[in-house]
Nanobody, 125 residues
Framework: QLQLVESGGGLVQPGGSLRLSCAVS????????IGWFRQAPGKEREGVSC????????NFADSVKGRFTNSKDGAENTVYLQMNNLKPEDTAVYYC??????????????????WGQGTHVTVSS
């Protein structure tokens, strides 16, 4: 059974940085994509970023381009979202999610099959 566990969230001041981790276990496919989504209170869940088994990565949300960067470790069991120059508007619960069988990235949550429990990010002075 595929399992994803996010970590690295917390409280940070505006302009600060955080690195979120998504640890994946039970991976069974050579083709996959891991997306990052976030949901702020009272707002819809938003696709933020994605990295795929092909090595490609992208930021979906215009508001994070130039500030957020995807990466993965050599064992390919953990992916990371480096978040720099954080703004109060970035405050949300961040989720990682995985779709199996394809090395494509999608900003739509219904494309993903498995989800982590979420990690809270609060940007406040």
């Amino acid at each position: 059974q595929l399992q994803l566990v996010e970590s690295g969230g917390g409280l940070v001041q505006p302009g600060g940085s955080l690195r979120l981790s998504c640890a994946v276990s039970g991976f069974t496919s050579e083709r996959y994509a891991i997306g990052w989504f976030r949901q702020a209170p009272g707002k819809e869940r938003e696709g933020v970023s994605c990295i795929s088994s092909s090595g490609g990565s992208t930021n979906f949300a215009d508001s994070v381009k130039g500030r957020f960067t995807n990466s993965k470790d050599g064992a390919e069991n953990t992916v990371y979202l480096q978040m720099n120059n954080l703004k109060p508007e970035d405050t949300a619960v961040y989720y990682c999610a995985e779709t199996l069988g394809g090395d494509y990235c999608s900003k739509y949550d219904f494309e993903y099959d498995y989800w982590g429990q979420g990690t809270h990010v609060t940007v406040s002075s």
